[in-house]
């Protein structure tokens, strides 16, 4: 079975920084893509950054400034979300993704465009003060 678990939320002043870790297992697939996503209160979920299996390439939400830094451990089996200069705006309950087909991942990060993926972890909450 393929599982991912997410961890690394909590509560952080604005200006300051986190970072989520994905440990993925039960992937057997040659080519996938990794996703975070966040929903906050009221708003659709939305595609923040992903990477890709096969070559290591990420893509972010345009939204981000660079912000945020998505990177994996193969080792560990792990995707991390560093997220630096941190806004109440951030605030979000953080999900990981991942999808067998990275073309999906790839247009909802950068489209804005929110569909789904075929797999999820639960969420970690990310709270911002001001």
């Known amino acids: 079975d393929v599982q991912l678990q997410a961890s690394g939320g909590g509560l952080v002043q604005a200006g300051g920084s986190l970072r989520l870790s994905c440990e993925v297992s039960?992937?057997?697939?040659?080519?996938?893509?990794i996703g975070w996503f966040r929903q906050a209160p009221g708003k659709e979920r939305e595609g923040v950054a992903c990477?890709?299996?096969?070559?290591?390439?990420?893509y972010y939400a345009d939204s981000l400034e660079g912000r945020f830094t998505i990177s994996s451990d193969n080792a560990k089996n792990t995707v991390y979300l560093q997220m630096d200069s941190l806004e109440p705006e951030d605030t979000a309950v953080y999900y990981c993704?991942?999808?067998?087909?990275?073309?999906?991942?790839?247009?909802?990060?950068?489209?804005?465009?929110?569909?789904?993926?075929?797999?999820w972890g639960k969420g970690t909450q990310v709270t911002v003060s001001s």
């Open positions: 993704a991942a999808d067998t087909s990275p073309t999906t991942a790839i247009v909802q990060v950068t489209a804005g465009i929110y569909y789904g993926m075929d797999y």
């Open positions: 039960g992937f057997t697939f040659d080519d996938y893509a």
């Open positions: 990477i890709r299996s096969s070559d290591g390439s990420t």
